[in-house]
């Protein structure tokens, strides 16, 4: 895909077309009688990341699964759309003066379905962007589809798997402490569009 390919994929994200998409996504019957999310939340619930920011939230599916939360998103209608919904969410604008914007502050930075939608120099950009509001020992997770998630969004841009989380945790400073495949072991991922890599790493700080 050429670098312009790339941009237009990316900004894509920012309309209010793409919250419409996420919220029917979301709001589908079946997914509601069966409940599809519960394991998802599970599996977010399960890792006890204390208050967490919630990088690239969308509409606050996940900011919905935390106790303790705040999200932040490029896309204005998405984050208007989780505050109706009762969440803490913010704009990347509204970002830097809200007073969510505490350095030293959170025990955990979530990246869930963001990184496979920017190249990696924007990945790592958009992350280290948010470094000074979390603490010395905190932890990053990243959630990225595997390969059939990937093929079902046109805003995709990259895959991303487990090496490539890797290495995007350690060039800002952190230690992978843990990666696996959900909700299904790594084949699945080439049939079920819903199987994640996980990727929990440690930030590392020399004293």
């Known amino acids: ?46 890792l006890q990341l204390g208050r967490t920011l919630d990088v690239g939230c969308g ?29 803490r969410a913010w704009t990347t ?18 990246l869930a379905h963001v990184l496979e939608h920017v190249q990696a120099a924007e990945g790592d950009e958009i992350i280290r962007g948010y470094l000074p509001y979390l603490r010395d020992n905190a932890r990053l997770v990243l959630i990225c589809p595997q390969e059939k998630g990937y093929t079902t969004d046109a805003t995709h841009v990259r895959f991303v798997d487990f090496d490539a989380m890797v290495a995007t ?3 800002l400073g952190f230690r992978a402490e843990r990666r696996y495949s959900f909700p299904f072991p790594r084949h699945a ?4 569009p819903y199987n994640e890599f996980v990727v929990v790493a440690r930030r590392v700080v020399d004293r």
């Open 169 to 171: 945790a350690e060039r």
């Open 189 to 192: 991922g080439k049939a079920f």
């Open 1 to 46: 895909m050429s670098e312009a390919a790339d941009s237009a994929a990316g900004e894509a994200t920012q309309g209010s077309d793409y919250t419409e998409r996420l919220a029917n996504l979301e709001g589908a019957r079946w997914k509601q009688v069966l409940d599809v999310q519960a394991p998802y939340r599970w599996n977010l619930r399960r």
């Open 93 to 110: 604008d509204e970002w830097p003066g809200c007073v969510d914007a505490i350095a030293d502050h959170y025990d955990a930075m979530l």
């Open 59 to 87: 509409i606050g599916r996940n900011l919905a699964a935390l106790d303790d939360a705040v999200g932040v998103d490029h896309n204005a209608t998405s984050i208007a759309t989780a505050r109706q919904r009762g969440l």
